[in-house]
């Protein structure tokens, strides 16, 4: 189940765990990502937090965590080749992996028939 968030991030929950990231619509904004600064490992973040800063060719962003959580893993694939976040927001160009604090906030987000009339 993915879920979406106003500030264009999505959080996919799978077993105990959840993985984040920016949506297609947050990256065909930014335009060509060049640059990416991940969450620290083991940091709780409220809802709605800055969790880390994307930067593009056009404009930098700040990356907001969709649901309160701890993350227990970045992707350094995701370091070392920011522009995953282009070729693949949902898929391998996630952020972080995470687990919820509050798995009840996931109820206040938008599922993806919701997100994409938010995002036009």
Do not use: C
Request: aromatic content about 8%.
């Amino acid at each position: 189940m993915t879920k979406y968030h106003s500030e264009h991030t999505w959080v996919r929950v799978e077993n105990d765990t959840a993985f984040v990231g920016i949506t297609v619509h947050a990256q065909d904004t930014l335009g060509d990502i060049v640059f990416v600064e991940l969450a620290e490992i083991g940091k709780a973040y409220e809802q709605t937090s800055v969790a880390g800063v994307v930067e593009s060719v056009k404009a930098a962003a700040d990356v907001h965590m969709p649901v309160s959580a701890t993350v227990i893993a970045v992707n350094e694939e995701l370091r070392a080749d920011p522009s995953l976040a282009n070729s693949d927001p949902e898929g391998a160009g996630w952020f972080y992996q995470v687990t919820l604090s509050n798995p009840a906030e996931l109820d206040g987000l938008m599922d993806a028939s919701a997100y994409q009339s938010f995002s036009g």
